[in-house]
């Protein structure tokens, strides 16, 4: 397929169309919309959301390892009983005129992410909000496509989970996710359906409502992710909801090996916060995650480009995935671990 348009292109696209909640900045590290909730920024000082960016990019560096035969880096995942390309999802993003534009609204940025994730090789998930059209429009855009998005449910009530449940079912999709965090978001209190957090008791019965496989997002410690080991979840995301949720916090990749030495592999790991490059998507997955999730570069990606957009920025970071790997000595996703980084005080 013919790219028509560049990643740069695409940025002046949708910087056109983002402003002036987002400036699509050079460096999408938190500080020129540092406290714009609503809109893209970190809650507070968004001294979180520049954490997750900071740490990233600052503390850990890949060890290049060229001394090998020549070989081309085996990019692709086995995630949910089926292969991607590569182990990246886009992350669930909703409330988009309220936060973002009006230029698309749920459902339009729901088909632009699901449609690029499926021809780049892997799949998108959709937000919600304080609005029932938050779940309902993406959720019609994941039926369209035979169940290939993954939906995100907000911490409602069981009995709402378990109605709303159906809607996935029907769909087919291959897993739903919940982000607990977001009773921490200022609209929280203003959702006509109200969301709040859940014990591990409440996400057990929510898993066991259905056989689609849970992810919990909003897992930062060691001790919440021991929690939900026999809980039957499948996985939990490493995630401060990108700095939204709470002020002066760690970054992701900060707590994600103390989180990988404490469930091993009991459950799948994955991992958002601060990812803009493939090379960002190594250093996670060398820091114990079994796959990644990027969420503000996606925004960008859809509001400039539609699909192609999204196609466009994951191709991209695939490229530059397989680049790292190929420069650390990693044949397969399984060759990248610590040893292939040094972390810095």
């Known amino acids: 397929m013919q790219e028509t ?6 940025r002046e696209k949708a910087r056109a169309v983002l402003t002036p909640r987002c400036k699509v900045c050079p460096q999408c590290n938190g500080r020129a919309c ?31 390892d060229v001394i090998d035969e020549p070989f081309s880096a085996d990019t692709s995942a086995d995630l949910l009983g089926r292969t991607l390309r590569l182990p990246v999802l886009a992350a669930p993003i909703g409330m988009l005129a309220f936060n973002m534009s009006d230029a698309l609204n749920e459902y339009t940025y729901a088909c632009a992410v699901l449609d690029g994730m499926l021809q780049a090789g892997s799949l998108g998930m959709t937000g919600g ?27 409602w009530t069981l009995p709402i989970i378990e109605e709303r449940l159906t809607y996935a079912q029907d769909a087919g999709v291959p897993a739903f996710a919940i982000d607990v965090d977001t009773a921490g ?22 898993a ?41 916090g760690l970054s992701s990749a900060e707590v994600l090996p103390a989180i990988r030495r404490a469930v091993g592999g009991r459950l799948k790991i994955f991992a958002d916060g601060g ?19 990027i969420g503000r570069p996606y925004i960008v990606a859809a509001y400039g480009g539609g699909a192609e957009g999204v196609r466009i920025y994951t191709e991209k970071v695939r490229t530059e995935l397989a680049d790292a790997m190929n420069m650390c000595g990693c044949r397969t996703l399984a060759d990248i671990g610590p040893d292939k980084i040094a972390v810095l005080p």
């Open 5 to 10: 348009l560049t990643w740069e292109e695409i």
């Open 34 to 64: 540092a406290g714009k909730v609503p809109g893209p920024g970190g809650k507070g000082s968004g001294a979180t959301f520049q954490r997750n960016f900071d740490y990233l990019k600052e503390h850990v560096k890949l060890q290049m």
């Open 129 to 155: 909000g304080a609005v029932d059209e938050c779940f309902f429009d993406p959720m019609r855009a994941i039926k369209e496509r035979q169940g290939n998005g993954i939906p995100t449910f907000k911490p």
């Open 185 to 206: 978001l200022p609209h929280a209190g203003k959702s006509k359906t109200p969301f709040s957090k859940k014990s591990p008791e409440d996400l057990r019965q929510i």
């Open 208 to 248: 066991q409502m259905t056989d689609i496989p849970l992810i919990v997002k909003g897992i930062m410690t060691p001790q919440a992710a021991e929690r939900l080991i026999d809980t039957g979840v499948y996985g939990i995301v490493v995630s401060n909801h990108g700095g939204r949720v709470m002020d002066e």
């Open 275 to 293: 990812v803009r490059t493939g090379t960002d998507v190594f250093k996670m997955l060398a820091l114990g995650a079994d796959a990644v999730l």
